[in-house]
């Protein structure tokens, strides 16, 4: 087969690639739990996680070279920053493009056109401010192997990027489980209405829902920021992939999310293997299409209230 | 906000207050639009064009222009009883601009004659505005109009289809790597376009539209995008990034006439011209025929459609590929005209300015389709030729974005409404229907 031959390679990269879907794909699952909509502006929130990010990390490294707990430093606040940009831009998303429709309880369509609407103002005028060029993150750290597994070997990269998103998806997951907040997610995604008349201020737990979603999108960008550098352009195609891992575990789910991001960054980068690599958005496009056909309530079956 | 709290401070007070807010909303409103049409920015100095825009005298005419609004609007709050009263009386019951029948035909006849008469007095730039950009995309928003005002459906990757017509109307032709059986005249090759666009929306939309509405939008954004990847990847069929050169321009050739459209505007725009109102009259038969009448039905409730015996999967399958036809055919008529096709021209930013024309003539009305897409395709051209406030042309998809959400929030019936689409989204505003083909399915499944 194409693809035993670098077998654990792919894996390893499968994986880096699956954590960055598996953030971004909370990000659309959250949405879709409380709001039972696609947020189509969710790309230009992991795009702006990664702008933030670089002008952070351009004013605190500029041409130094960090080392050890300096590099740790610089990844938090790289990720703070990140996460923090993306939390402000989906804010701001929810106050102006879709609550005035929620007071007016607008068609589902026009949410929809709305969020491409402001999807596409914020790409362009990214594209207009920042140059349309790709911009490369300082890196805090020196990359290089760290350890070999099955003969792969992990880079630095790789473990950054492992390490910290799973310490974002415990978080999360803790959050969404234990806390007050994540109760009221979750009693939203059950039934708004009733939540409503227990009490829940829905249009705080959709802003803070919506920020969590922007926590984790925005980091991700920084994430795939450091490797592949920043432009105005860097949201589609991860977002696209991101939305197919959260249909591949059951939207609506955030543990089905998680696993579908995995499952997706292996399985595209087994399937690139097989063809070039020119075609991985096909692979990825083809996996949508089959898991829609196929068994479109994902993996792990969709529903926030249940399944978290 | 009659219990506005005692104790807070001024500060909460002025938070509280709807007007402060309002008016805080305005003059956002305003800078943000000092940074739309400021200067650009770089990669070098990200803050540049920020700066530019907002530290410059010129953001003074902003706010003022966001306190003006802000004016506006509280006057017009102010007397909110008055006003109510007054565009009640305009649009409570939804009426036909032109009430009577006969005053209709002679305007819509007025409209043609002037279509027909004025472009031959326009110099050769204008007429090549007029087909390029301005009658493909005519064509293109009306076959948008069938997917998203009638059947209520996102279709979000609508470029594909043309892109299908195109690479068809280059391959039966025989421009094209790989060559047809037999050549065909641009003529015999449209059927054949139409018919390969018309298969990949079947082929694409009968898996996806059985699912939640919503689905469709991101997987046709997705086909958008993985069509010019084919397109630009299977080199030895498509010719690769380069693009295609060569197809030939429609010519007759038939009872003794013979006529070539080669290359001046004017001809294609008279072609163009009876394919748009054909395609008018057959998308105005189909919206009060039977099948215009079920897809009204699934808009205001599918579940109620589909228990009166309506097929609701077949009706959807059936605007999703006369859409993606009408893209083809466009696509086709395009190719042969400027002899030419490249996949980096098929951008899903194309499929979002489609949407744009749509939306901002009006959501199921022909008129909307064809004055909204006129409208904002002349407009860039117009600007370009007589620069307004630095209005550049790169930005274009700045503004058309932060139209399509301004329309959302104030007038989601566009500017030219069709009066059942008004009334539908009125009536769903107040819960009564969906007002789209998004709600199929959408309870837990799990």
Avoid at chain 1, 223 to 244: I, Q
Avoid at chain 2, 223 to 252: C, D, K, M, R, Y
Wanted: proline share 4%; hydrophobic share 50%; aromatic share 10%.
């Amino acid at each position: 087969m194409c693809f035993t031959q670098n077998f654990w390679n792919l894996v390893v990269s499968g994986l880096a690639d699956g954590f960055l879907y598996a953030l971004i794909a909370i990000g659309y699952t959250l949405v879709y739990g409380v709001l039972q909509l696609i947020n189509f502006a969710h790309s230009e929130v992991f795009m702006s996680g990664g702008f933030a990010s670089y002008f952070i990390l351009n004013a605190a490294i500029g041409t130094s070279q960090p080392h050890g707990i300096g590099s740790l430093a610089f990844l938090a606040l790289g990720t703070v920053g990140g996460g923090l940009g993306g939390a402000l831009v989906a804010f701001l998303l929810e106050r102006v493009a879709y609550r005035p429709l929620r007071r007016r309880n607008a068609p589902r369509l026009a949410f929809l056109i709305s969020a491409i609407g402001a999807s596409y103002f914020i790409y362009n005028i990214a594209g207009k401010e920042f140059g349309r060029n790709a911009l490369e993150i300082p890196s805090p750290f020196t990359n290089g192997p760290v350890f070999s597994i099955f003969g792969a070997t992990v880079q630095t990269y790789y473990v950054v990027i492992a390490v910290s998103a799973v310490i974002m998806l415990v978080l999360v997951d803790r959050v969404v489980a234990m806390t007050r907040l994540g109760k009221g997610i979750r009693a939203v995604a059950q039934d708004a209405e009733t939540a409503s008349l227990m009490g829940v201020n829905i249009d705080r737990v959709i802003s803070q829902t919506f920020i969590i979603g922007g926590i984790l999108g925005g980091a991700a960008g920084f994430l795939f920021g450091l490797n592949a550098g920043v432009v105005y352009t860097m949201g589609f195609t991860p977002a696209l992939k991101a939305f197919t891992a959260a249909v591949l575990g059951g939207i609506g789910n955030i543990r089905g999310a998680m696993i579908g991001g995995l499952l997706l960054g292996i399985v595209e980068n087994l399937g690139v293997a097989c063809t070039q690599a020119s075609w991985r958005d096909v692979v990825a496009f083809g996996i949508l299409v089959l898991v829609l056909l196929v068994r479109p309530t994902g993996i792990l079956g969709e529903q926030l209230g249940r399944a978290a | 906000m009659t219990a506005a709290p005692r104790r807070g401070s001024a500060l909460r007070r002025l938070w509280t207050s709807e007007d402060a807010r309002r008016g805080f909303a305005c003059v956002v409103g305003g800078l943000v639009l000092a940074v739309m049409t400021g200067p650009e920015g770089s990669s070098t100095a990200p803050t540049s064009g920020f700066t530019g825009s907002l530290f410059h005298a010129r953001v003074i005419g902003f706010i003022v222009f966001g306190l003006v609004l802000w004016g506006l609007i509280t006057v017009r709050r102010r007397y909110a009883t008055q006003v109510r009263a007054f565009s009640d009386k305009v649009t409570a019951a939804p009426r036909r601009l032109l009430p009577d029948k006969r005053v209709r035909a002679v305007v819509y006849l007025a409209v043609l004659a002037f279509a027909i008469a004025y472009p031959a007095t326009l110099n050769s730039f204008w007429q090549e505005v007029l087909v390029d950009q301005i009658g493909v995309y005519v064509l293109l928003a009306i076959g948008l109009n069938v997917v998203v005002g009638y059947a209520g459906l996102l279709d979000l990757g609508y470029i594909a289809f043309f892109a299908i017509g195109a690479y068809s109307a280059a391959y039966w032709t025989g421009a094209l790597p790989i060559h047809p059986p037999f050549h065909l005249n641009p003529f015999y090759a449209i059927p054949l376009a139409i018919i390969a666009a018309m298969l990949a929306g079947v082929v694409l939309g009968a898996p996806t539209l059985r699912l939640r509405g919503d689905y469709l939008a991101i997987v046709t954004l997705g086909f958008g995008e993985i069509i010019q990847i084919v397109a630009t990847n299977l080199q030895g069929v498509t010719g690769g990034a380069q693009g295609v050169i060569g197809i030939p321009h429609f010519s007759i050739h038939l009872l003794g006439i013979h006529y070539d459209w080669g290359i001046n505007s004017l001809p294609y725009y008279y072609l163009l011209l009876g394919f748009v109102v054909l395609v008018l009259f057959g998308f105005h038969f189909l919206e009060n025929s039977r099948v215009g009448r079920a897809w009204v039905a699934i808009r205001e409730d599918e579940v109620a459609a589909e228990s009166s015996g309506i097929n609701v999967l077949k009706y959807k399958v059936m605007a999703f590929a006369i859409g993606a036809s009408t893209s083809g055919f466009a696509g086709m008529l395009e190719a042969s005209k400027i002899s030419f096709v490249e996949p980096a021209d098929l951008t899903v930013q194309l499929s979002i300015l489609i949407l744009v024309l749509v939306i901002f003539g009006g959501m199921g009305s022909l008129p909307g389709a064809v004055v909204g897409a006129a409208v904002l395709q002349w407009l860039p051209q117009y600007l370009r030729v007589h620069p307004l406030l630095g209005f550049q042309q790169q930005d274009i998809y700045i503004y058309l974005g932060a139209l399509l959400v301004v329309m959302m929030i104030f007038r989601p019936e566009g500017i030219i409404p069709s009066r059942r689409r008004k009334r539908e989204i009125g009536l769903a505003e107040h819960g009564v229907g969906h007002a789209d083909a998004l709600s199929g399915q959408s309870g837990p499944v799990a």
